[in-house]
């Protein structure tokens, strides 16, 4: 069972509280380069510091509670075969969006989705069921474009990952997930957290170097020579079924259309 969930509310089930996550640094201010995508503008962008009840109502959304209640219904309902595996997925990234990101309170409900993992898998020995988090790579995703700096960073990213040859989308890199780590004749290799690393290609450290030299000189007008920012619209823009070449969005479109004429 994958477990996916990028979401700014979630109501509690048992409370019926209502808690908003937010994206917010944590201790202090946070000040850096971000782009927006629509217009390829870079601009400095200042964030202030999340409070104590901020940071607790984004673990409450975005953290393992969620994950746990999860396993523990389909537990309770018998629905889990011998052997299950539920993966849920996470990102740590570089120290260019740590503050805002892994430091951050999206960072802090990760923490505890990653903890959870292991509660998970304890409570579900009886069935040697495993629970395991998959750390993925940057991707353009509707989530990750809400983040601030992110943008930038996966514009950079996607350049330089494209250019060595070993840039992934979302489908790809699942599919190395599964195929190389999950479901082989070795046994699942975690980093000292127990957790599965798909982050490795981005993370390479030649990569993040020439990330961090290319930070430094993006702006405006340079952006569009040294990162990916039209590949990164395109691949945003496709997640909601625009900017795609074989589609004639000038034409009109009869949307209903009875069943049977679709079989």
């Keep these: 069972m994958i477990y996916s969930l990028a979401s700014p509310v979630r109501v509690h089930p048992k409370t ?56 523990d219904a389909l537990s309770q309902a018998d629905a889990l075969s011998n052997n299950a595996m539920t993966v849920a997925y996470s990102y740590i990234g570089p120290s260019l969006t740590e503050a805002v990101y892994r430091k951050g309170t999206i960072g802090r409900a990760k923490d505890d ?35 601030p700096v992110i943008p930038l960073y996966i514009s950079l990213l996607y350049k330089i ?37 798909i982050d490795d290609w981005e993370m390479r450290e030649d990569i993040q170097n020439k990330i961090a030299e290319l930070w430094e000189i993006a702006d405006t007008n340079n952006l569009p020579e040294i990162g990916d920012l039209n590949g990164y619209k395109s691949d945003f823009l496709s997640l909601f079924g625009f900017d795609l070449e074989k589609v004639n969005y000038l034409e009109d479109v009869n949307e209903m259309v009875p069943i049977e004429h679709l079989q």
């Design 113 to 147: 989705l990653e903890a959870t993992a292991f509660k998970i898998t304890e409570s579900l020995k009886h069935i040697n069921a495993k629970a395991y988090v998959s750390v993925n790579k940057a991707l353009v995703t509707q989530a990750s474009s809400a983040i």
């Design 16 to 71: 019926g509280i209502t808690h908003r996550s937010v994206l917010k640094p944590i201790g202090q201010s946070f000040t850096n380069k971000t782009v927006d995508f629509h217009t390829g503008i870079v601009t400095n962008i200042s964030i202030e510091p999340a409070n104590e009840e901020e940071i607790a109502n984004t673990v409450a959304v975005m953290g393992g509670e969620d994950w746990q209640m999860w396993m």
């Design 161 to 197: 990952m494209k250019e060595m040859g070993n840039h992934e989308g979302c489908i790809e890199q699942i599919e190395r997930l599964f195929n190389e780590r999950l479901y082989t004749n070795h046994e699942i290799q975690c980093d000292e957290k127990g957790r599965i690393r």
